[in-house]
């Protein structure tokens, strides 16, 4: 605790950092850039979310970490524990319990309520950037409103595999105005971003963006009037829990092809194993 | 140089500074929410919510412009001291602090360009009370939102402006609120009544 400030960064870099956050919750879906900071961490392991998390943090929080909505995984546990050292904060895995959420790539099952933050680590921010490499024009495009070359990239999917096959980072429309990479969850979750109860921060720190969405704010995926936008998972239920409502991964557990689904959210799933709750494949 | 100029910032910069701040993002990411901010004791005539949230936001980096009675030796000595904060005129400035009175007309402050709407100010507005009053929607809030404004046309039109425009933060003796640019204004039921039997 003694040998660095409170949540590693320096304050400067945290005013800084702060008030990006008050310009992204002021202007939902706008990427604000903001100078983000080297961390003891490559970049594409989250740096983006952690800077993001150490602007929020107070010492009073309960903080959790997850990557792929799991607790357990390395990313998700040095992150927690990079907090547990610098800022002193409580950890927790359960999501009822946490004030900070840090994510990688999922949003968890569990609604969030108000009084918590969910801070997204996103690798590429600029939703047009796959179709406009260029930041001059991208920028250009967000400010003209010109978001027209998004739908012909969902046009292509559906012409060429017959419906929208876009499963991740699926785009997005805020309140009618910017449409935002709700960075690589799956789209199962896209349903969970518009009308939030909890405030979601979303950091990107090689490419120095940070993003907002404030509560119960309208957030509207894209889509066609013939073809709408559908939250897909894989048709089975949790091997594990046996939820039918919980997004799941695929495993592969022997060398015959065998697979099984399990919840891709390991607070969800232990808390309805705990409940009583059983799947096919549980011991 | 006055004593109180040394004195009255966050004794525990990080922590203190942290608090601040999540009781300033609360505001902002809930319009119409009023807030509980503490740690600062700033001279006269600025109020500890909005020595808070100056001490948490500006530093060398920030241009404050300071409007009317805010701009006295006392004021500019202690966030001088405190922020290094450099003092210039409306046009440049990236936090205005004031009462809205002095702070007015809106139309002198950057309000950002299509390119980069975060390049606009942030105006600091000491209230004399905050209560609830105006009816507002938008993000952040869940159906409406009530909150005491000085004036509605002046909010209205910045609306227009999005996703240019200016953002607001109201604070009143160690309690505060926000309105982004976001957030539409409109006159409460209760104020539109009184309004009409006064006509």
């Known amino acids: 605790m003694t040998e660095y400030n409170f949540a590693y960064l320096d304050e400067q870099t945290k005013r800084m950092i702060r008030r990006a956050i008050l310009k992204g919750l002021a202007i939902p879906g706008y990427q604000v850039p903001f100078a983000s900071r080297e961390m003891p961490m490559p970049y594409g392991w989250g740096t983006g979310g952690v800077q ?58 569990e609604p ?25 024009e991208t920028r250009k495009m967000h400010s003209l409103e010109e978001y027209g070359l998004m739908h012909v990239k969902l046009y292509e999917d559906i012409s060429r595999h017959g419906h929208i096959a876009t499963s991740y980072a699926y785009p997005v429309k805020v309140e009618g105005r910017y449409v ?54 894989a048709d089975h239920l949790c091997g594990m829990c046996g939820a039918n409502d919980s997004y799941l991964d695929e495993l592969i557990i022997d060398d015959l092809g065998g697979r099984m689904f399990v919840c891709s959210d390991t607070d969800y799933c232990e808390a309805r194993q705990a409940a009583g709750h059983k799947g096919k494949d549980a011991a | 140089m006055q004593a109180n100029t040394l004195s009255g910032g966050f004794a525990d910069p990080a922590t203190q500074s942290a608090h601040a701040f999540r009781s300033v993002m609360e505001a902002m990411a809930r319009p119409g929410t009023i807030q509980d901010i503490h740690g600062a004791a700033p001279p006269a005539p600025l109020s500890p919510a909005m020595g808070a949230v100056l001490l948490t936001l500006c530093d060398t980096e920030t241009p404050v412009y300071l409007a009317g009675d805010m701009d006295c030796d006392a004021a500019r000595a202690w966030l001088a001291f405190h922020t290094g904060a450099p003092f210039v005129g409306p046009a440049q400035c ?39 009053g105006a009816t507002l ?62 006509s």
């Open chain 1, 52 to 109: 993001v998390s150490a602007a929020v943090l107070t010492p009073s929080d309960t903080f959790k970490v997850i990557d792929q909505g799991a607790d357990d995984t390395t990313n998700a546990v040095s992150i927690r524990t990079f907090f547990q050292r610098t800022a002193g904060v409580a950890t927790t895995t359960a999501t009822s319990d946490a004030t900070v959420i840090q994510t990688r790539h999922r949003i968890p099952e």
């Open chain 1, 112 to 136: 969030l309520h108000e009084g918590q933050i969910l801070v997204y680590q996103v690798p590429i921010p600029e939703p047009l950037r796959f179709l406009e490499p260029r930041e001059s």
């Open chain 1, 180 to 233: 935002m990479d709700p960075s690589p969850i799956p789209k199962f979750d896209n349903a969970k971003l518009g009308d939030m109860a909890a405030i979601q921060l979303f950091g990107a720190g090689r490419e120095q963006r940070i993003y907002a969405l404030p509560p119960y704010t309208q957030v509207v995926s894209l889509d066609f009037e013939d073809h709408p936008f559908e939250a897909s998972k």
């Open chain 2, 94 to 132: 990236m936090f205005a602090v004031g009462k809205w009175d002095a702070l007015t007309p809106l139309e002198v402050y950057p309000i950002g360009t299509s390119e980069y709407p975060d390049r606009s100010a942030t105006l600091i507005v000491e209230c004399s009370e905050l209560a609830s």
């Open chain 2, 137 to 198: 929607t938008g993000p952040g809030i869940k159906e409406t939102a009530t909150l005491s404004l000085p004036e509605l046309e002046a909010f209205q039109a910045n609306r227009t402006l999005f996703p240019l425009g200016l953002d607001f933060i109201f604070t009143c003796g160690g309690r505060l609120a926000a309105l982004p640019r976001s957030a539409e204004v409109s006159r409460s039921s209760s104020q539109a009544r009184a309004q009409a039997g006064a």
